[in-house]
Structure formats: structure tokens, C-alpha cells
């Protein structure tokens, strides 16, 4: 018979080693001192940076969608929009890991998809899903990292960030 501290140990590590993974999901906020308050992206480099007071704090490979040049237009094109947007929606439940909601179309788009007589798109937003070496674009016009990456800049990036989109 194990002794009483021998028991303890291994009772505090069967309640690690059955902690469920959701416990600790979605990784919280980082402090505000540390977090990101801008976001530009690149779209003919295929990069993401992320911002503090005019300064790169982080910098991620992106994907794009099938038709990565030109700004999204209408709903099914597979483009990435370009222009000022702001982020605005967290979905820790997204199909794509964790994703962050770009306010397009703005009223800009919407004027221009209205005079065009089509339907602007939107849910276009930042997430997870692209395996490790995955060199292709493949969205429907989002903007795509791998999980661990978009853990990171989940983290970092609070609701209302602006975000700049360049071709």
C-alpha cells in the first residue's frame, strides 16, 4: 500500500494529466501593454504584421484566397479585400479553429456592389486551418495562418484593432 505522501503526488497528477483541453480555451487576451493596435497586412508578400505604437511586434505568413489580386468586389470571387477595415467579432467556436471578424463590406463596398447590382460578400475574417508548409492560397477570400499562429494572434488582438489591407 503506497504511503499517504506517496498518494497525494500521484492524486495532483492524475488531475493534471485529466484536466480537459477546453479548460484553458481560448488563450485569454495578453496585457493591454503588449497587445497589438494595428494590423497590416501585405497581400502580394503574403504577410500579416502585427503592431504597437507604429512598431512590428509580430509577423506571420499568410494565405490568401484563390484569387489573390484586386479587392473583393462580390460574394464568391475568392478575393481578400484591401482598404481600412477594423476588427470586429472573436469566435473561439470558428470552423477554422479561432477566427477574427474584418468588417467588410464597409459602406464603401456596399455602394459600389449596389451600383454593380451584385451582393457585396462578407465574412471575412482571419483564422486558423492552414497545415504546416502549406503554400497555396485556399480561401474564399479570408486571410489564413496555422493554429499555433492564429493562437498568437488571438492573444494579441483585441475586438476593434484596425486593420489595413494592402495589394
Known sequence: MLSWHTRIPLLLMACVVTMPAWAAW???????????????VVKHQRRMDLLRDGKVIRSYSIRLGDQPRGHK??????RTPEGRYTITYRNPNSAFHLSLRISY????????????????????????????GYWRDWTDGCIALMDKQMEE???????????VIDP
Open 105 to 132: 463590406p464597409n459602406a464603401a463596398d456596399r455602394a459600389q456592389a449596389r451600383a454593380r447590382g451584385v451582393d457585396p460578400g462578407g465574412d471575412i475574417v482571419i483564422h486558423g486551418g492552414t497545415p504546416p
Open 153 to 163: 494572434v488571438w492573444s494579441l488582438v483585441p475586438t476593434g484593432t484596425p486593420i
Open 73 to 78: 468586389r462580390q460574394q464568391g470571387d475568392e
Open 26 to 40: 481560448p488563450p485569454p487576451l495578453a496585457p493591454a501593454s503588449q497587445r497589438a493596435d494595428e494590423i497590416h
